[in-house]
Nanobody, 122 residues
Framework: QVQLVESGGGLVQAGGSLRLSCAASTRTFSSYVMGWFRQAPGKERDFVAAIGRLGVNIYYSDSVKGRFTISRDNAKNTVYLQMNSLKPEDTAVYYC???????????????WGRGTQVTVSS
């Protein structure tokens, strides 16, 4: 089992920035592909970004490409999502996820965090 705990959400004005963190409770963090998803009120959960085990392979949704950056620190068992130039439509609960198999372009994940709220005001 892998437990994931997100942090760093909050309220920010449009154009601002936030950095989300996700801490994983596993001794084999580097063996997992990590991803970020988000779910806005009344909508399905959408893929945001994913990063491979060594941090080399990275994949973004078109909606965040160029504004968000995913990274990981395997020594700290943590994955990050730096969000810049935030827009009101980025408002959602952001979830961290981990999977032991597959690459960064597939969206089936094994473990999920409880999420952190990001609200962008206009």
């Amino acid at each position: 089992q892998v437990q994931l705990v997100e942090s760093g959400g909050g309220l920010v004005q449009a154009g601002g920035s936030l950095r989300l963190s996700c801490a994983a409770s596993t001794r084999t963090f580097s063996s997992y592909v990590m991803g970020w998803f988000r779910q806005a009120p009344g909508k399905e959960r959408d893929f945001v970004a994913a990063i491979g085990r060594l941090g080399v392979n990275i994949y973004y949704s078109d909606s965040v490409k160029g504004r968000f950056t995913i990274s990981r620190d395997n020594a700290k068992n943590t994955v990050y999502l730096q969000m810049n130039s935030l827009k009101p439509e980025d408002t959602a609960v952001y979830y961290c996820a981990a999977k032991a198999w597959g690459g960064v372009t597939t969206t089936a994940y094994d473990y999920w965090g409880r999420g952190t709220q990001v609200t962008v005001s206009s």
